[in-house]
Every structure is written in C-alpha cells, then in structure tokens.
C-alpha cells in the first residue's frame, strides 16, 4: 500500500537548512539582523508598506487592536469559522466579539451580515480570508470607511493572493499573516504585521518587546504594557527561505488545485452531494483545498475511511462561537446557521507544495470510493 499522505507538510530546501546553520554557529540567536532582512524583504512585496514580524500570526492581531486603542466596551465584528485565535485576541484586548455568518460558497465572512451587525460600539472588522480566498475587498473597505472601522484582516492563510492584481497585504489598514508550520511559507512559529505609517510601527515595536522604547545606547523607557513577541534570526531565515520560494509555491498550489477540480470532473457534487471550493485562480493562494461533505455522512467517518486509504485529511474549522468559552458568553446553536451547517461538514484534503498530481488523483479515487 502507498504511503501515508498527509494534508499539509512544510517543505525546508537545503538552502535554508544552511543558512539556519550559519545563524546557529553565529552568536546571535534571537533577534537580529535576519530578522531586519527578512522585515525589510515583505515590506518590499507589501509595496513599501510597514511590516514587523512577530512569535506567532495570533499576537500580530492582538497588537493591531492594541495600536488601534480597541479595548473594553468596543465591538468587533469576525467570522465563526477561523481558527479560534481570530475571535480569541478580541477578548484578549478586553473587546466583545461579535460574528457575522458565512456566505456558504466562499464560506468567508458575508458582508451583508457584516453590515447588520454594526453598532455604535463597533470598532473594527476582522475578515478572515478561509484557505487564502479574499473577501470582496473594495466592499470590505466600502463598508470599513463608510461607518469609520479599522479593519484587521486575518490573512494567516493569505500570502500569495492577490486582489486586482495586488498583493493580500500591499493595501488595506492592518492586515496581519502567520507563518505557523502549515502555511504557505512557514518560520517554523511566526507572523507578521503590515501597518500603515511609521507611527504604527514603532508601537507594534513596543509592544512586541514589553513596551520599551529604547535611546540612545544606554537609556530605556517603559509607558505601555507589552509583550514578549518577537521573531528569532532562526525563524527569519526559515522564513526568508521561504520566501524566496513563495511564487514557485503559490503557482504549484494552483496547478494541483486544477487538478483537483479535472480530476473530479464537473459531474462530481451532482454525484456525490459534495461541495466543491470556488475555482478561483485569480486571486487564492489554495492555502487549502476544502469541500462541505454531503448530510449523509459524518466528518469523522470521512476523515478515518480516508485514514484507513493513507489519506490524511484536516479540519478547518469548528465554529468558535460553539466552544465553551463562547457559549459561557451568550453564544448558542442556531445563531450562525450557515457557519454552523459548513462548520460541522467541512474538510481540507492534502494540498502542499511537494505533493504532485498522482497524489491529487490518488486522493480522488479514494474519495469516490468512500462517497459513492
Ligand atoms: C494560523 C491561523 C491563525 C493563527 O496563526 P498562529 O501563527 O498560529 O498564531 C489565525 N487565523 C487563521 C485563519 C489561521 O489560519
């Protein structure tokens, strides 16, 4: 039997290996001057745009909010389907969370509800773009500008796409990425933070280092509350690594994806009941490549009858407003019908850049095994 494919698996060149070696053998491990490379390489791609890097693309959005002075009494509007960091930083900040339902074909956050939800205590919106699709950008902006929010966009899943032609990142207010294991490009744990001025920049510094200004080369000052989040020159050379490769895998991501979509054939949701992702290939990195399983058979049956295949499948996400934490704060079933309904069924099949088109095939046939 064929190997155990998995559904996402970083790939490290040999390149990055030696540079990360090179960083060891340096005497300078934590943060330094890779990091100040790599910062300077994504504000680059970001169109010049302030970027700083981060531990983790969680505290990225944290600080966001925290430069924006969002805090107790303030709402702010995201998604039920995201990873539970998206929702976890508002309450981080003192914030209340407020979500807004899916559109059940992108499976984003829809704007429409977006627009109901605001109020006079609303703050800002925190769109999460699911396996690297935007949202419908000059709407999002649309609405951000017509009722004065900041927008913190959640483009942990989005490096490498693209809106009108523009990179995720090279336009927007705060828009925050991660580099977490499985992401397109990785740093092993990390994230980064594009900004708007140098203003920003300077207090996203701070409160990546405990809330420390530094003069001079002696004299320190403390006057906000920060936190211990910065990259080490470790992950910024992974990191650069990666990023050197990032078109190469971003165009791989895209050709498995149409293979994907050939080698299901168009007959494949009549068939099976099974929801396809949108075939966009203009503007989606295919962080993921995700379908909404039939009624008619759990996820967790899905998921070991894969298994049992050597098919490894993942699961993005559980809606967070279902989560104890949440349901202790007022949230309960039948609120979010749709992200309830999409959260319950939803999968995300191998998708990564070393995997070919045999292993995409190999994944159809055992899909249609088990769905038909
Ligand atoms: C990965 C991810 C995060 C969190 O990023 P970390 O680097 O793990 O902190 C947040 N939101 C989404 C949508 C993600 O995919």
């Keep these: 039997m064929s190997n155990f494919l998995p559904f996402s698996r970083p790939t490290i060149d040999e390149a990055t290996i030696a540079s990360v070696a090179d960083v060891l053998r340096s005497g300078w491990i934590t943060s330094g001057p890779k990091v100040q490379e790599f910062e300077k390489k994504l504000s680059k791609y970001f169109g ?178 920060g936190g211990k989040f910065n990259m ?21 991501r895209r050709k498995l994806a149409r293979h994907y979509f050939a080698t299901l054939g168009k007959d494949f949701q009549a068939q099976t009941g099974a929801q396809l992702p949108p075939k966009d290939f203009e503007n989606t990195n295919w962080h993921l490549f995700q379908i909404v399983l039939p009624e008619r058979i759990t996820r967790a049956d899905f998921m070991a009858r894969m298994k049992d295949r050597n098919i490894g499948v993942g699961y993005h996400y559980a809606p967070i407003h279902l989560f104890k934490l949440y349901r202790a704060l007022g949230f309960k079933e039948g609120m979010f019908p749709v992200a309830e309904r999409v959260g319950r069924q939803i999968v995300s099949l191998p998708m990564f850049y070393a995997m070919n088109e045999g292993d995409v095939e190999r994944t159809c046939a055992a899909m249609r095994e088990v769905l038909m």
């Design 48 to 225: 010049g745009r302030p970027v700083r890097t981060f531990n983790s693309g969680t505290c990225t959005m944290e600080i966001a909010l925290r430069i924006a002075g969002i805090g107790a009494g303030d709402e702010v509007i995201t998604t039920p389907i995201s990873w539970v960091a998206t929702a976890n930083v508002i309450l981080e900040v003192g914030a209340t969370p407020v979500f807004a339902d899916i559109d059940p074909v992108t499976r984003n956050i829809d704007l429409d509800k977006v627009e109901a939800a605001i109020t006079p205590r609303t703050k800002a919106i925190i769109p999460v773009y699911l396996a690297g699709k935007p949202v419908d950008m000059g709407r999002l902006y649309a609405i951000a500008s017509q009722h004065k929010l900041r927008v913190v966009e959640d483009a942990a899943q989005a490096i490498g796409s693209t809106w009108k032609g523009k990179p995720i990142g090279s336009f927007g207010d705060f828009v925050s990425f991660s580099f977490q294991a499985n992401k397109n490009i990785t740093t092993s744990e990390g994230g980064c933070l594009v900004l708007n001025n140098a203003e920003e920049a300077a207090l996203a510094e701070k409160y990546r280092l405990q809330g420390v200004t530094r003069s001079g080369w002696d004299g320190i000052e403390v006057d906000v509350l």
């Design 232 to 252: 080490t020159d470790i992950a910024a050379a992974i990191g650069l690594g990666q990023f050197a490769q990032l078109n190469a895998i971003t165009e791989q």
